[in-house]
């Protein structure tokens, strides 16, 4: 028998050699595997293989004419939010910002010359986010939000400068 963290590893059959365990979200700790041998004579190794591997139990018999390799392979799901809670331009929130709407357009005070100092608010801890910010006022800002699970969002923003 093959345990996971305490409990019987779920669907075990000794004549099955390959196992995949599900892990939720954000799980950090690999679960420990342990196990009971079929008898004293047998000698059992292991080799861990993390979260994200392929951990193996090896028993061979006491004459060892035979033996089982057990594999056990962790998933951890990823989150696949892809999604910003807010957008800053010179500290102020983007007016009406959605973060399941990608394109806005901005509407800047007379007078201005420079590009807005952007800052993001990311939906989740997991994200990457990466900002090419315009050149120029009639350039586009473009803000790329990966999610931990590879799926990612783009938000554009054009600037528009109250003309007098």
């Known amino acids: 028998m093959i345990y996971v ?8 059959d000794k004549d099955k050699t390959s ?6 979200l954000g799980v950090s700790i690999t679960p420990k595997i342990t196990w009971k041998q079929g008898d004293n004579y047998q000698t059992v190794t292991f080799v861990d293989g993390g979260l994200d ?3 193996q139990i090896t028993v061979k018999s006491q ?5 089982t390799i057990y594999r056990i392979t962790f998933v951890v799901q990823k989150s696949s939010v892809s999604t910003l809670t807010d957008i800053k331009l010179n500290g102020i929130s983007i007016d009406g910002f959605d973060p399941n709407v990608k394109d806005y357009v901005v509407n800047l005070p007379l007078g201005t010359t420079t590009v807005p ?4 608010t990311k939906g989740d ?13 009639s ?4 803000v790329t939000v990966t999610a931990q699970d590879g ?10 400068v109250q003309q007098s």
């Open 139 to 142: 350039g586009t800002t473009r």
């Open 151 to 160: 799926s990612y969002s783009i938000y554009t923003i054009k600037y528009s």
């Open 63 to 67: 004459s060892g004419t035979s033996t």
């Open 53 to 55: 591997g392929t951990s």
């Open 125 to 137: 801890d997991n994200q990457t986010v990466t900002v090419n910010n315009a050149a120029n006022l």
């Open 19 to 24: 196992y995949t365990v599900n892990l939720g």
């Open 117 to 120: 100092t952007l800052t993001y």
């Open 5 to 12: 963290d305490g409990k019987e590893l779920v669907g075990f």
